[in-house]
């Protein structure tokens, strides 16, 4: 499907049919998408929870926001996208021998100098506190690939940041693996009678957000409420 109709097509689902379950092959799938999510300096700071029963389910409700509670009660399958708290130089090397395994890296000398590169930006967001910050943007571009690969499967989803980060990392033991909770996405087929199914899209018209200049002035004036 044309990226622009999907686009356009895509919604968040608000129920879903709780008898209608997703596929294991649409699963590996769905998986395989997040496996592919881009981030900054190929980081790939997350950890994703897969839960398709209702003992997962369960398990992480306490956590969730009562109005949420619907959609994690009537879900096929959910994931809860987690970050590292840090990412230090062993997990770096991991990184670096899959990129040698995946024959991303020609030699020693470009495996050093992607080493360097990669531990610059990573120890700038350290010395500045904002390591946690930069891993949830890269969090919510994961979130974002798996909205739309699933979309492009015909699966709904809806994600959710209504749920208690404290609550999901305890219920989970999170803090024993150095990971913390960021994100809750949902997954499986909208129910027949969920509202937003038929609510026409609404964006901002494109004059009101994208300029043919980087001109600060002149965007704060043809911007003002």
Known sequence: ?????????????????????????????????????????????????????????????????????????????????????????????????????DGRIANEEIAKQCFESRKFFIDLRERTGQTLNWESKQAYIAMTTLLYGAASLGIDSTPIEGFDEEKMDKLLNLDNYGAHSVLVVTLGYDAEDDHNRTRPKSRLEQSKIFFDRTDAPEIEQRTTI
């Open 1 to 101: 499907m044309d990226f622009v109709k999907l686009s356009e097509q895509r919604f968040t689902a608000k129920k879903f049919d709780a008898n209608k379950k997703i596929p294991r092959d649409d699963v590996e799938k769905l998986k395989k998408i997040l496996q592919l999510s881009p981030s900054s300096v190929n980081s790939q700071p997350w950890v994703f929870l897969w839960g398709s029963n209702d003992n997962s389910k369960k398990r992480v409700r306490p956590a969730i926001a009562d109005f949420n509670w619907n959609r994690i009660d009537t879900c096929s399958d959910f994931v809860v996208i987690a970050v590292r708290k840090g990412l230090d130089d062993k997990f770096q090397h991991l990184l670096l021998d899959q990129e040698i395994k």
